[in-house]
């Protein structure tokens, strides 16, 4: 069965750094893109950034490109998030999510090219003023 799990989200202060972790489960994370999506309180879920099969080739959303790396291991079948300069309003639960699964799926934006059909339940990241 796939599935993914987040780990990694924390309290941190303004200006301040953290790495979310995925652990991928029930497929290979070298054959399926993979993303990284949050969601704030009272609003929508929205992709922050996805990353092919290989590593190669990434896209991020304009609210976090030059201050969030995402990457994978895909011997270890992990996804990073390297988050740096956090603000108050990336303050949410973050979710990794894979192209793996069935159904249509959710578009990351960002002009990333996949779509993206199984969730984990997600990490909080609370970033303080």
């Known amino acids: 069965q796939v599935g993914v799990v987040e780990s990694g989200g924390t309290l941190v202060e303004a200006g301040g750094s953290l790495n979310l972790s995925c652990k991928a489960s029930?497929?290979?994370?070298?054959?399926?893109?993979m993303a990284w999506f949050r969601q704030a309180p009272g609003k929508d879920r929205v992709g922050v950034a996805c990353?092919?099969?290989?590593?190669?080739?990434?896209y991020y959303a304009d609210f976090v490109r030059g201050r969030f790396t995402i990457s994978k291991d895909n011997n270890k079948n992990l996804l990073f998030l390297q988050m740096s300069g956090l603000k108050p309003e990336d303050t949410g639960m973050y979710y990794c999510?894979?192209?793996?699964?069935?159904?249509?799926?959710?578009?990351?934006?960002?002009?990333?090219?996949?779509?993206?059909?199984?969730w984990g339940q997600g990490t909080q990241v609370t970033v303080s003023t």
């Open positions: 990353i092919n099969l290989s590593g190669a080739q990434v």
């Open positions: 029930g497929f290979h994370s070298a054959s399926y893109a």
């Open positions: 999510a894979t192209e793996a699964g069935p159904g249509p799926g959710r578009s990351a934006g960002g002009g990333c090219p996949y779509r993206f059909r199984v």
